[in-house]
């Protein structure tokens, strides 16, 4: 933690989130106990190659924005689970909650990732990507301020804007009960992170050792097993429930203190 981390997420240039504040707290956290802070896999790790960053349009790049704490600690998770180390392992990582990350490893590194506030598959409430011109035109006709646009695709879009409703269990239990809607709308879903997953798999050229599932939603049964099928072809599919976010942050810390990682120091 150094003055110029905090004056960056102070001044928010890549949106706000919550994770914004982590920092601050561990900073006055640290300075009253004497101690250091250390700040682990934001969500704004960017390891991606440099042909990954060009969008199709010169000027706007692609950023990587993602659930990085919780999809490196995974691959790291399932890499002491099989007695290997995770730069030696090629993964794709596909983070299913609020939002849906979906990543391709090698080395080591996150090499390509969908930006999970504006690329990728919709998911609860956001809508992922989106027909370009039709957004553009639907903005402008209906006179979007920037507000309301990250509104409409960040808090109103994905199974919300279908459905109603951001309860990912009472949509799978409507589905169940063969609601027709709720059905098509979880199937949709799951064919995009299908489609994502295929992409991060071209992205390792076909060669990748398993594929893992984490977030929230690998909390349901159905949506794990129907990905199996769907993915099942690339490499063997591991699913590693919820989001263990505070453990993640203790770990990435001791490895710094143990000397097991090199500490980096941020600069503008």
């Not at 990582?93 to 391709?104: D, E, P």
Request: charged residues 20%.
């Amino acid at each position: 933690m150094n003055a110029a981390l905090l004056a960056e997420l102070r001044a928010a240039r890549r949106g706000q989130h919550a994770s914004n504040l982590g920092a601050f707290l561990a900073a006055a956290i640290a300075e009253r106990s004497g101690c250091p802070a250390y700040i682990v896999d934001p969500v704004s790790v960017d390891e991606l190659e440099p042909v990954a960053r060009l969008s199709g349009l010169a000027g706007l790049e692609r950023e990587s924005l993602s659930h990085a704490l919780n999809t490196k600690a995974t691959a790291k998770r399932y890499a002491r689970d099989i007695g290997r180390q995770y730069p030696e392992l090629r993964l794709v990582v596909a983070h299913l909650g609020s939002g849906i990350s979906i990543s391709a490893h090698r080395d080591g590194r996150m090499i390509d990732v969908n930006n999970a506030r504006e690329e990728g598959p919709f998911s609860a409430e956001r809508t992922g990507g989106l027909p370009t011109l039709a957004i553009v035109q639907r903005a402008i006709t209906e006179r979007w301020s920037t507000a309301e646009a990250e509104r409409q695709i960040f808090r109103e879009g994905g199974i919300f804007s279908y459905l109603h409703t951001r309860d990912l269990a009472a949509v799978l239990e409507c589905a169940r009960h063969g609601n027709a809607q709720a059905r098509l709308v979880i199937a949709a879903m799951l064919y995009q992170v299908a489609k994502e997953v295929g992409a991060m798999a071209s992205v390792l050229q076909g060669n990748v050792d398993a594929v893992l599932l984490t977030g929230g939603m690998a909390n349901a049964r159905f949506i794990v097993d129907d990905l199996k099928r769907a993915l099942g072809w690339i490499a063997p599919v591991h699913a590693y429930p919820g989001e263990a976010e505070l453990p993640a942050l203790a770990a990435g810390a001791l490895r710094v203190l143990r000397g097991e990682e090199a500490l980096q120091q941020f600069v503008l």
